[in-house]
Every structure is written in structure tokens, then in C-alpha cells.
């Protein structure tokens, strides 16, 4: 029998038990969460909670639905169409547009690699000794082995078991001591500062929470579902499917989200009634630092389960970074694409995430500041993530699209709230950036 004599109700039955078993299925949303606390993104949350206490506690709450919003209009794009962004924008704008846009995300994700892999290798040392650059090696080594030896449905099934590693901040943060009341009140109550290091770390914290690559993971691992599963085909092809999906998407996109940013509050909140107290705030410079910091204030417990927690992101991250890289630049070159595929059916796909990989371990032996590296990587997403996100939100409305699909209205006023914020918080940077430099 054909999809399309199966009746109604038995359609509707299906969709409920696939529904009902979310909570045990959560993926992409979940995946691109906590990916997005990455060992960077350790390091400025704890940059922010070391220097500035718990005054930037309130941007958690305040990012989620937005961060949320534009995840699941991403998600959306990819299971409507069954392609990535980088293959959506080239059906409405022209080539040069697409190519500027992946080819700026390919040069943050080097970076951000390198920054990643680095902080990996520091963490490993300060817990194991020996040389940083070959926990570096072995870390980059053995992401980029599992991608191409591994099947896509079971390596996505290993990330998801990583995210556990994100559950170390939260337990650091109960095990020294907090004053709860004030953290709830600078949660609930924004405590601004018009200081021009102030403005830069608000918007450094804002433009780690909302990145252009967890844009291109997301939506692209939305595809890559599709295509992986037989019985599966993009909601423009069969739209009785939407609703389920739509829901799934939401469910998944904020669990995934609101567990990236509960995390991030705990590193906030930590370095915060740690760091901060103590008044060693201008000492972090990268996330081994704050773990470093942490043992003589808190003692051996804290101080293993951050540094341990830096590896495990790390391992969850870089996978995350080379594969929204080569996603983004197969589908601009219409190479085949999927992570599910050995490496002799997608070369080039696989090419793509080896360099990737193998050049962010390269930026350790290079003398490359990883620090810097991270700087460079901050200032070319603050450059693309406006602009991205209103093509983005463009692409929504396209019917060569999304055809008859169009976003309900809270993520439309969310989608777009998101992105001027993000114009703004971007041009803060650069301008800062400039100054800095």
C-alpha cells in the first residue's frame, strides 16, 4: 500500500507514537545545544562571570527564546526543503552571496577549531601532564576517525551521550558555595554598564550564544534525517507530515537550546562566586585558566570536573564545526553529502572535514595564539551573523522555498527581534574590535 492510500486516522496514529517517543529521541536540537558550549564558549562565560560577577547572568534568560527561535526556524528550513542553508540560498540569490557566506563561515570554523582542539589539549595537561600539542593531535585524530569510520545514525547516537559532559558545570556549581538570592536577583534584574569592556564581553556573551555554524548544523542534520531514513521525504513532498515534525522540531530545538544556556549560566555562576570573589577576574584567558583558577579556590573535585567537562564539549564541538564547514561548502558544489555514507561515496565531503580538522590541529604548531585565534573567529561570525540570519528569515518566505509553509507569528517576531539584535551586538563588536586592535 502507498503513503497516500494509508488513512487519515492511521496516519495520525502513527505520528502520535513517533511524538509520544520524542523525549528518548531528542537529536539535532539537542546535538547543536550543547555543542554551542564549547570549549570558546567556556572561555567567554567564564571570561564574563570572572571579570563581571554575576551581572551577565540575565543574558541566559534573556537569549534563550531568542536563540531558540532562530535554531527551530533553521531546523524547519532544513526538514521543509531536505537541504542545507548553503543549497537554500543559492535557489534565491545569486552564487556570490552563497560562496561569501560559506566560504566566512569555513574561516570563523578554522579558527574556532583551532581555539577548540587547543583548549582540549591544556585541559588533558592539566589533568593527565605531559605535552598539550599531543592531546591536541589525539583529540583532532580521533574526531575526524570517528566521522568517517563511524555511521552517521550511530555517531549521532555518541554526541548525544556526550552531552552529558555539559552536566559537570552544573555540578561544580554545588559544590562551593553560592549566594543564591543575589544570583536570582542579577538573573531576573539586568545590571548593565555602558563601559566599553563591559559592551564588549555582553556582546562576546551574545555572539557566542547565537553562532552562524550551529545555523548550518542544524539545518543540515534536519536533512541529513531525511535522508537517511527511507520512509522519510521533505515536508514540501508530503505536508500532511508537518505537524508532527513542527512539534518534534520545537520540542527538541528548546530542550537543546534551554540546556545550552542553563549551562552557560552555571559557568557564568561559578566563575562568578569563585574567580570573581576572590578578585583574580583579569587572570582568565581561556577556559584551562578557569579550570586552573578553580583548584585552589574550590579544591580537586570542581577543578577535574571543569577540566574534564572542556574535553567532553570539545569531542561534542569539533565534529560540529568541520561537518557545518562541509556540509555548507558540498552543498555549494553539489558534491554528494552524508555523514551516514563511507568515504568512497562522498570524498569530497569527507575532504572537506579532514582539512577542516586537520588544519585547526595545524594552528598548535603554527604559534598561533589560541586566544587570538579565538578573537579572529569572533569577529568574522559577528561579521556574518546579521546579514546571514536576514537571509535566513528571507528564505522563510520564499515559495520557492518553503512553497505553501510559512513560520507562525512568534517565530516570525522572534526570528526578527533576534536578528537586529545581533546587527547591533555585531556592529558593537567590530567597532570595539577595531579599537582593541
Given amino acids: ?240 507530515k508537518a505537524t508532527p515534525h513542527f512539534r518534534r522540531i520545537a520540542l527538541d530545538t528548546r530542550v537543546g537550546m534551554g540546556l545550552s544556556n542553563l549551562v552557560a549560566f552555571f559557568i557564568i555562576l561559578t566563575t562568578a562566586a569563585t574567580v570573581h570573589t576572590s578578585g583574580a577576574g583579569n587572570m582568565i584567558r581561556s577556559s584551562a585558566d578557569a579550570a586552573k583558577a578553580l583548584e585552589p579556590l574550590t579544591g580537586k573535585l570542581a577543578f577535574l570536573l571543569f577540566a574534564l567537562g572542556i574535553v567532553g564539549t570539545g569531542m561534542l564541538a569539533v565534529p560540529v564545526l568541520a561537518g557545518s564547514a562541509a556540509y555548507a561548502v558540498a552543498e555549494l558544489f553539489r558534491w554528494r553529502a552524508s555523514l551516514e555514507y563511507k568515504g568512497d561515496r562522498a570524498p569530497k565531503f569527507y575532504a572537506v572535514i579532514a582539512i577542516a580538522t586537520i588544519a585547526g590541529v595545524s594552528l598548535n604548531f603554527f604559534g598561533i595564539d589560541p586566544i587570538r585565534a579565538l578573537f579572529w573567529s569572533a569577529v568574522v561570525n559577528g561579521i556574518v551573523a546579521g546579514p546571514l540570519m536576514l537571509l535566513i528569515m528571507r528564505l522563510t518566505t520564499h515559495p520557492a522555498v518553503v512553497g505553501q509553509f510559512r513560520l507562525p507569528a512568534h517565530l516570525r517576531i522572534l526570528g526578527w527581534i533576534a536578528t537586529g539584535m545581533m546587527f547591533a551586538a555585531s556592529l558593537l563588536f567590530i567597532a570595539g574590535s577595531i579599537r582593541q586592535w
Fill in 1 to 240: 500500500m502507498s503513503e497516500s492510500t494509508i488513512p487519515e486516522a492511521r496516519i495520525q496514529k502513527q505520528d502520535r507514537r513517533t511524538s509520544a517517543g520524542l523525549l528518548g529521541r531528542l537529536g539535532p536540537g539537542l546535538i547543536t545545544g550543547a555543542a554551542d558550549d564549547d570549549p570558546s564558549g567556556i572561555a567567554t562565560y567564564s571570561q564574563a562571570g570572572a571579570e563581571f560577577g554575576y551581572a551577565m547572568l540575565w543574558t541566559m534568560l534573556f537569549s534563550f527564546p531568542l536563540m531558540a527561535a532562530i535554531q527551530e526556524i533553521c531546523a524547519r528550513l532544513g526538514r521543509i526543503t531536505g537541504a542545507g542553508i548553503a543549497a537554500n540560498l543559492t535557489k534565491v540569490y545569486s552564487n556570490r552571496w552563497a560562496y561569501s557566506v560559506v566560504f566566512l563561515l569555513c574561516v570563523a570554523n578554522l579558527f574556532n577549531l583551532g581555539a577548540d582542539i587547543s583548549a582540549m589539549g591544556s585541559a588533558a595537561q592539566l589533568v593527565l601532564g605531559g605535552p598539550a600539542t599531543l592531546y591536541a593531535v589525539a583529540f583532532g585524530g580521533l574526531s575526524l576517525v570517528l566521522q568517517v569510520v563511524v555511521p552517521y545514525r550511530k555517531y549521532v547516537g555518541y554526541l548525544r551521550w556526550l552531552t552529558w559532559s555539559l552536566f559537570a558545570y552544573v555540578a561544580t556549581a554545588f559544590l562551593i558555595h553560592i549566594p543564591w538570592l543575589t544570583a536570582l536577583r542579577s538573573t531576573l534584574l539586568p545590571s548593565i554598564s555602558l563601559t566599553p569592556r563591559y559592551l564588549m564581553a555582553l556582546v562576546g556573551v551574545l555572539g557566542t550564544t547565537i553562532s552562524p555554524y550551529l545555523f548550518f548544523w542544524q539545518t543540515s542534520e534536519e536533512a541529513e534525517e531525511i535522508r537517511v531514513h527511507a520512509r522519510e521525504s521533505p515536508l514540501k513532498k508530503n505536508p500532511r
